[in-house]
């Protein structure tokens, strides 16, 4: 894998550039809707590549309780089995053992679980979320690493800032030992720990930058902490990791905190906003939040957003929306996911070409200005 830079912003820490995978090219900034369950809800392969998607994430938890990872394997791994051309990243399971299962009991070794989905009991290790991501064939893969809640108090944070960086040691040496299952590359992004603590920040990627080939993930944000701390540790991060590898900032967010994070020389985001806020019923569009399901809505024959190219608002009403959403019609939850997608690809777009322009500041502070009056925004 490879990360050229392309354009560096004058006024602050945005730049543009692109990764090379061996399943193509990704322009950065960019934003990676979450495929979960080996489908992005509601979405199909053709769609995302239309709206110009050129990563999507996976859910190493998910997969591997169904339909296994070794199936998934076997398949030729997930592009081959979900019929994705482009690239994937997957996630550790960490995050997901943490939020989803029962009983999980955390141990130096890994976290032994109990499955959400019938209870059934498992264990994650460093070695074994290694083997499972190698079966899933993702062109980027996560290590696993321990997150606390972001209320967690600084003895718990340290703990976990500690054994993220015994278990990455535990990832490289296996990755480095057992050969992929697919014949093209993986590249393994370890994940910075530490919360809000600057102290233990900056130990976590002292300890983990020895690891980290061309890719550092930052964990432990957007889980709960309050949004001027979040911004303050992305400065942080921004002054302590290396220029010239891209930063994947995790479970980051809301489209202002893309651009105020992309500000600070953030690269990669994932978030489940766009597409879970959709089949609710709540759209971001170019005049901040619309919740269709409002009566306001039921007679408004014109479109969501007019300055969408997307499908939903090239072709439906809002009014036709909320009728399909409140009688809970498929084609309402795959029209509301399509725009949510196109909003979000469409400003990692922007945000690209103002880059490029050289007048992402002038643009930035106006955006936000603009659609931080907008609450969800
Ligand atoms: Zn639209």
């Not at 730049?15 to 080996?38: C, K, L, S, W």
């Not at 993986?186 to 530490?194: A, D, E, K």
């Amino acid at each position: 894998m490879k990360f050229i830079i392309h354009h560096k912003d004058d006024k602050s820490s945005a730049r543009t550039g692109e990764i090379n995978t061996d399943h193509g090219v990704i322009p950065t900034p960019a934003f990676m809707p979450i495929g979960t369950r080996a489908s992005v809800k509601a979405i199909s392969p053709d769609e995302l590549y239309t709206l110009e998607t050129n990563i999507i994430l996976g859910n190493t938890y998910h997969l591997y309780l169904k339909p296994g990872h070794e199936l998934i394997g076997r398949a030729g791994g997930l592009h081959q089995f979900m019929n994705w051309k482009r690239a994937l990243l997957t996630d550790s399971g960490g995050f997901q053992v943490f939020s989803l299962a029962k009983l999980n009991k955390i141990s130096d070794d890994g976290v032994e679980f109990q499955s959400h989905i019938d209870g059934s009991r498992h264990m994650f290790t460093p070695e074994s979320s290694m083997e499972i991501q190698q079966h899933l064939g993702a062109d980027i893969i996560m290590a696993f690493d321990q997150c606390p809640p972001g209320q967690a108090d600084y003895v718990t944070v340290e703990a976990a800032v500690d054994r993220t960086t015994n278990w990455i040691r535990r990832c490289k040496e296996y990755v480095s030992k057992a050969n992929g299952i697919h014949d093209w590359e993986q590249t393994l992004f370890p994940i910075i720990q530490g919360n809000i603590y600057p102290d233990l920040r900056e130990r976590s990627i002292d300890e983990l930058l020895p690891f980290s080939d061309c890719g550092i993930a930052i964990g432990g944000l957007a889980v709960g902490e309050e949004k001027s701390d979040m911004f303050e540790t992305i400065e942080q991060m921004d002054e302590l990791l290396p220029k010239d590898q891209p930063r994947y900032l995790m479970g980051v967010g809301r489209p202002t905190d893309l651009v105020r994070s992309v500000k600070r020389g953030m690269d990669m985001f994932d978030c489940v906003l766009p597409t879970r806020n959709a089949r609710n019923g709540q759209l971001f569009t170019s005049n901040g939040i619309v919740n269709i399901t409002n009566h306001k809505h039921r007679e408004e024959f014109f479109p969501v957003d007019e300055n969408c190219r997307c499908d939903l608002c090239q072709n439906y009403t809002r009014a036709y929306l909320r009728h399909l959403m409140n009688v809970n019609e498929i084609l309402g939850h795959r029209l509301a996911s399509l725009h949510n997608l196109a909003y979000y690809m469409d400003l990692m777009k922007t945000i690209r070409r103002e880059i490029n322009a050289g007048s992402f500041d002038k643009w930035s502070h106006h955006y936000l200005k603009t659609m931080l009056e907008f609450k969800g925004m």
